[in-house]
């Protein structure tokens, strides 16, 4: 419905122009310039639409799941621990994880922190 709507729109602002261009004296750029406004408005329109549809769905989604209840919650002291994954999610830190670099040949140690 809102494809619909946007597209008559636009063909009825593209009848406008024309109406508009076609009894004037050359192309007048008042007109054109108040076609190219009133696109760029009709495509935030429909983008505002879309949105505002897109959140009436999900707030129905929301609600049809509320009403057909959560199930129970588990508390976090008896929930089992996720298992550990590869080196990204490591428990241990950078530090102990990173190879030890060699020392490089002709600088000498200035300070300590």
């Known amino acids: 419905m809102v494809a619909m709507v ?3 729109g636009v ?3 593209i009848g406008a122009l024309a109406v508009l261009i076609g009894r004037s004296d050359g192309v007048p ?3 054109v310039f108040g076609g190219l406004l009133a696109l760029v408005i009709l495509i935030l329109l429909a983008g505002a639409c879309l ?3 897109s959140l009436a769905v999900s707030a129905r989604r929301a609600l049809r799941l509320l ?3 959560a199930p129970e919650a588990v508390p ?3 929930a089992e621990p996720a298992p550990m994954q590869g080196p990204p999610f490591s ?3 950078l530090a102990e994880v990173a190879a030890p ?8 140690l200035v300070a300590e922190r």
């Open 51 to 53: 949105a505002l549809i």
């Open 91 to 93: 428990p241990y830190g």
């Open 76 to 78: 976090m002291d008896e």
């Open 101 to 108: 670099r060699p020392a490089r040949p002709g600088r000498v």
């Open 29 to 31: 750029p008042l007109p």
């Open 11 to 13: 063909l009825a602002l």
């Open 67 to 69: 009403e057909q209840g």
């Open 6 to 8: 946007f597209g008559l």
